[in-house]
């Protein structure tokens, strides 16, 4: 029962830190909604969303600690976990950019 118990806890955490990770920093989820399109290097990732590496690599450590993107070499992509969660998402995102600036 108790190992039951600590993995409910450890689940709801791990679930409420994903939910701050994806949508406490609009960096993280452009980030992210970029490397789902394709896999890409810093300097891509820095051109696409116009910014720089020290904006963007802080970003980067923090998906990679949290299991959403992975790095081989100089080339960072999303993991089969990042490509689940960044694929339910997007209409989240999405609907709620939209509600944004129907409010400006």
Do not use: C, H, W
């Not at 993995?7 to 452009?30: C, P, Q, Y």
């Amino acid at each position: 029962m108790k190992k039951y118990i600590s993995t409910v806890f450890a689940v709801g955490i791990m679930r409420s830190n994903l939910i701050t990770i994806l949508l406490s920093s609009e960096k993280r989820t452009d980030l992210l909604l970029l490397l789902k399109e394709k896999p890409r290097t810093v300097e891509e990732i820095n051109n696409e969303l116009d910014t720089n590496s020290v904006a963007i690599l802080p970003q980067l450590k923090k998906l990679k600690e949290n299991g959403l993107v992975i790095q081989e070499e100089k080339i960072y992509e999303l993991s089969l976990l990042g490509k689940i969660i960044v694929r339910k998402m997007e209409s989240l995102v999405k609907a709620l950019r939209q509600l944004e600036n129907d409010y400006k």
